[in-house]
């Protein structure tokens, strides 16, 4: 069943500027990951941020995680055109991995 | 490749077929998933093979049925499937420890059915 809800469903943006993304989900968690999938192809693991973190960076991604609102957020810096892509969160929690419908994200050269 | 490899890429099949979907691993991980996208609808979870054992069905129709024969290996049988199971069908793998890391996805198998 559908846990996180991104927010926008879709983003478009210049080369070189910032992208920011939301994630919002209902229940308590163990952690929180982002992926992100090119069109039709898998789903490739980006960070994961547990429940007891408040933020993480890897390389140009930054994610942000507050648990008392039950929100997330996914700041890619520096946009270049291979980041164009969806962009989904997802919430874990008994070891299952819930999705929202994600985030599409084009940049634009 | 990313380590979880899915045959073939591309399906279509007929609504009286029967087929598999093959799904391997190769990361020595200890569970395995079955999800399915459709377009414009996030991911649905359909089936969890936890160290070899079913663990979470989530109401599949019976027309699916999961078969985990080992831990590196997953298949999805299908037979007599409606127009509407037509989508892109992923496996993916992780390593059932809290909080270790993210799941290892496949690039999928493209399914239509006719």
């Known amino acids: 069943s559908q846990q996180g809800e991104e927010d926008p469903q879709a983003l478009s943006i210049q080369e070189g500027e910032n992208a920011t993304m939301n994630c919002s989900y209902k229940t308590s968690i163990n952690n929180l990951q982002w992926y992100r999938q090119n069109s039709g192809r898998g789903l490739v693991h980006l960070i994961l941020?547990?429940?007891?973190?408040r933020e993480k960076h890897s390389g140009r991604l930054r994610v942000t995680l507050d648990t008392s609102k039950k929100s997330s957020s996914l700041l890619i810096t520096a946009s270049r055109a291979a980041d164009t892509a969806s962009y989904f969160c997802?919430?874990?929690?008994?070891?299952?991995?819930?999705f929202g419908a994600g985030t599409t994200v084009t940049v634009r050269a | 490749e990313t380590g979880v490899t899915q045959t073939p890429r591309h399906l279509v099949m007929g609504m009286t077929n029967k087929k598999s979907l093959k799904c391997e691993q190769h990361l020595g991980h200890n569970a395995m998933y079955w999800y399915k996208q459709s377009a414009k609808k996030p991911l649905e979870l359909m089936f969890v093979?936890?160290?070899?054992?079913?663990?979470e069905n989530n109401s599949v129709p019976s027309r699916f049925s999961p078969e985990c024969p080992n831990s590196s290996h997953l298949f999805l049988h299908l037979h007599t499937l409606q127009p509407e199971d037509s989508a892109l069908y992923l496996c993916?793998?992780?390593?059932?420890?809290?909080?270790?890391?993210?799941?290892?996805f496949g690039s999928g198998t493209r399914l239509t059915v006719v």
């Open positions: 993916a793998s992780s390593q059932v420890e809290q909080g270790r890391g993210g799941y290892t």
């Open positions: 093979y936890n160290f070899k054992e079913q663990t």
């Open positions: 941020i547990r429940s007891n973190e």
């Open positions: 997802a919430t874990e929690n008994d070891y299952k991995l819930s």
